[in-house]
């Protein structure tokens, strides 16, 4: 390689799986691109868009042809060098392909270039072709001047062709012709502007054609052709007039409207900031007007009003001229919010999220690269929203273990966002009724300020929780020995729905029970690749596995008896449902669950429904427990409070107390009081003790102890290492070996290997290795070796779950 390869070589991050960046030249012809923007590139027999990285690109290993970029499809940056950086470093922390990391920011429709064609070069004209399929593909190429992949592959066969594709590029037989390449954008409309009058003497016969011109002058702007079919305009009357050049065809940016999935609005009285939410309003203001990063916790509790602290937070950014990202659990809590940020801010606001079409986020996320929004508004993935004047972030419901993702890439966004701040110079705010125990050390370290919200405003109380234990109540028959409404609980319903209030009933199961089981033998209907009972779903008579999706249809028969006496044991949101109107045949109920919120625009409906009024009880799992507002509620009844503490992992007491904590705050929003009703086999527990009491600072002070005793976060760090295979004893030795392979380091206190708590998933066995330390870069040095094992395992940096 010659020095002037060595000057104009590029290291681009690639959205595939690829390990690490990929290194290409740029051609002679071709200015060296800036950081941040992105270039087509072949790889293998793909094409593919990538962003260049900044700095010097690692030696390739000898003996390496560097491929040429084959275009430039960007002047500018596309993205800032930051955040560029950002992504690669969150892979290198988490142990991901950076390529996943870049999926997971920018949306797919931005980093397409297009399916790659293939063209014969001038050297390839009267060569001798080479032997096999290489030379079959050559000849095609030559014979019909342009052919695509696909179109080889229906030919040819697709077996062996990537690589004969790759031979006949190094060998400069082939090319992606770059003047076919383009850099894609966000999905556009077509819409007709008028260029003409409707007094143009050509349509003095033409009273179709007249009317719609004069209806598209009288806009004095560009309308869509639904606008206008609703107008009475036909799509063949603008083709005339567009014939005639009286009306101009434009493809304008399709709009991303995030107030369109919002909940309905609502009148609110404007807000007079307590002395409380008015010191922590002004603790981040200053950091704003002072710059550069800062970081706060905002402890308050339930109803406290931390969302005008986030509010007025971001309204204060926006007038130094910086933008902010609001980060939510779950798509099903942007509503809410989305109408709140969009009645103070008006339309420039955009939603983020999984949910919305391809075309949608990849116009709201345009919209905030381009800087024509004040606040992004998301779950999980917003973090990586590209503002570029960043300010403000702030975590709602920070303490919540969804921000961690579940799926690779398993980053966590709570740290994203707390490296995003450090770096662009932003004050990141993170707010929650029950800080996780990484938050409550770090605030009384010092190293966390922490603001508190100690009442909510005005008179109202907080809602007070009564305990109903389950250990005295008579089980209905049929139930098995389970209670799902305690009398007590039914007694509290009852008495909300005849003064015309509402209620919430949390049960954290889904389906309409967790098994199905044959009374004559025991067979319990195990997913046949895990380890676990498929839960029955009435809805559509079906057997499903919620870890790998698998379902058969309801058996009138045991497959292993054949007895038809099957009996549903224990109870999910479908059998509460069915429950529910029994004991409530008046009461008007919708469900929110994952099942609901799965279908486009489930969640809003279900909310709309029951803060209009609609529905006089809300139904569902944990998504019900979370951040929403509904004055009107007065009761919630907490089904199986003990459900959490029965999990193998050691924050099964935090998310228990976190979750009766955060479902008691959902009620007693309004006027009137609230009442929780919490059934517990349990009652002395702490974390259900605690919960009751409300009593935040007592819970944690008991469990950090515990943490401190035993090594557990916030004392220490950790990395679990999963081994995956077909058969159980081959994922042991491939544990053992990783296990081997790191004892030698310092600083580390390994446990296991042992099988994981559901030891098969998705017909892999499972065997994992927890890896705790106090130094992060003695983990990282632990995860670098793992990574580079000829069997290396699935890696999980501060793992959320340990199942």
């Known amino acids: 390689m010659t020095s002037d390869d060595v000057a104009r070589r590029i290291a681009v991050l690639l959205p595939t799986g690829f390990p690490g960046l990929a290194t290409y030249l740029i051609p002679s012809e071709q200015p060296l691109p800036p950081a941040g923007a992105r270039v087509a590139v072949p790889f293998g027999p793909r094409l593919l868009t990538g962003l260049v990285v900044p700095g010097e690109p690692d030696p390739a290993p000898e003996g390496t042809v560097l491929r040429e970029v084959l275009t430039v499809l960007d002047e500018e940056p596309f993205l800032s060098e930051s955040f560029v950086g950002l992504l690669t470093r969150a892979a290198d922390y988490y142990f991901a392909p950076p390529g996943e990391l870049l999926r997971a920011a920018v949306p797919a429709r931005l980093l397409a270039a297009g399916t790659a064609a293939y063209v014969p070069t001038s050297r390839a004209v009267g060569a001798h072709p080479p032997e096999g399929l290489t030379g079959a593909v050559l000849t095609e190429v030559l014979s019909s001047g342009r052919a695509t992949a696909l179109e080889l592959g229906e030919r040819l066969g697709s077996r062996g062709l990537g690589k004969a594709i790759r031979l006949l590029l190094d060998g400069g037989l082939v090319r992606i012709p770059s003047e076919e390449l383009r850099a894609s954008r966000p999905p556009t409309t077509r819409s007709f502007a008028a260029r003409g009058s409707a007094d143009d003497p050509r349509l003095a016969r033409r009273p179709g054609q007249r009317k719609a011109l004069a209806t598209l002058a009288a806009l004095g702007r560009p309308a869509s052709g639904a606008e206008l079919r609703a107008a009475g305009v036909s799509a063949g009357t603008l083709a005339a007039l567009a014939k005639q050049s009286l009306v101009a065809v434009v493809d304008e940016e399709r709009p991303a409207d995030a107030a369109a999935h919002a909940l309905p609005a609502r009148a609110t009285a404007p807000i007079e900031p307590t002395a409380a939410q008015r010191a922590a309003i002004d603790a981040v203001a200053e950091a704003l007007e002072r710059g550069g990063e800062a970081r706060f916790l905002l402890d308050g509790v339930t109803g406290s009003g931390k969302t005008e602290v986030y509010l007025a937070a971001l309204e204060r950014a926006i007038a130094l001229g910086r933008q902010g990202i609001l980060l939510v659990p779950e798509i099903a809590l942007a509503p809410g919010l989305i109408r709140r940020v969009v009645a103070r801010f008006g339309s420039r ?39 570029p004047r960043l300010g403000l972030i702030v975590v709602d419901e920070a303490h919540d273990a969804s921000y961690k993702q579940a799926e690779a890439p398993r980053y966590d966004s709570r740290t994203v966002a707390r490296v995003r701040a450090h770096g662009e110079g932003a004050v990141l705010l993170l707010g929650t009724a029950t800080p996780s125990m990484e938050d409550e050390q770090a605030a009384r370290d010092g190293r966390l300020p922490r603001l508190v919200l100690p009442a909510r405003p005005g008179s109202r109380e907080r809602a007070r929780v009564e305990v109903v234990d389950l250990r005295g109540e008579a089980a209905r028959p049929g139930d098995h020995g389970r209670v799902l409404f305690a009398a007590r609980t039914v007694e509290l319903l009852h008495g909300a729905f005849e003064r015309g209030e509402q209620a919430i009933v949390l049960l954290n199961r889904r389906g309409f029970s967790p098994a199905l089981l044959c009374r004559s033998c025991g067979h319990d ?62 009461v008007p109920y919708a469900v929110l669950d994952r099942d609901a919120a799965a279908r486009r625009g489930g969640a809003v409906r279900v909310l709309a429904d029951f803060e209009s009024g609609a529905a006089q009880a809300l139904l569902g799992t944990q998504m019900v427990a979370k951040g929403h507002d509904f004055p009107n509620a007065t009761v919630l009844a907490v089904l199986d409070a003990d459900a959490l503490l029965s999990f193998p992992d050691f924050r099964s007491a935090e998310r228990t107390f976190q979750l009766v904590t955060q479902a008691a705050g959902r009620v007693g929003r309004g006027e009137r009081p609230g009442i929780v009703a919490v059934q517990t086999a349990r009652p002395e527990h702490e974390a259900i003790a605690a919960a009751v009491a409300q009593d935040h600072a007592s819970f944690a002070e008991g469990e950090l102890r515990f943490r401190r005793a035993f090594g557990y976060p916030p004392f220490s760090h950790l990395l679990l290492a999963l081994w995956t295979a077909r058969e159980l004893p081959e994922a042991e030795a491939a544990a053992r070996a990783g296990r081997v392979a790191i004892a030698g380091l310092p600083k580390l206190r390994l446990l296991g290997p042992a099988p994981a708590p559901l030891e098969r998933l998705k017909g892999l066995y499972r065997v994992q290795l927890l890896v705790r330390s106090d130094s992060r870069e003695a983990l990282a040095a632990a995860g670098e070796l793992l990574r580079s094992l000829p069997e290396p395992p699935r890696l999980d940096r501060d793992p959320q779950s340990l199942l």
């Not at 939603?351 to 986020?361: I, T, W």
Request: proline share 7%; hydrophobic share 35%.
């Open 525 to 586: 209907f195990r997913c046949a690749s895990c380890s676990v009972a498929r839960t029955y779903h009435r809805r559509g008579e079906r057997l499903l596995c919620h870890y790998c999706g698998d379902f058969v249809p309801r058996p009138r028969a045991c497959p292993s008896c054949g007895s038809e006496v099957l009996m549903p044991v224990g109870f999910g949101t479908e059998r509460l449902a069915e429950r529910f109107e029994e004991l409530f045949p008046e």
């Open 349 to 387: 606001v955009a939603l983020l999220h999984s949910g919305l079409s391809d075309g949608e986020r990849s116009a709201a996320w345009e919209r905030g690269r381009r800087g024509e929004v004040d606040a992004v508004v998301g779950p999980r993935s917003a973090v990586f929203a590209p503002l």
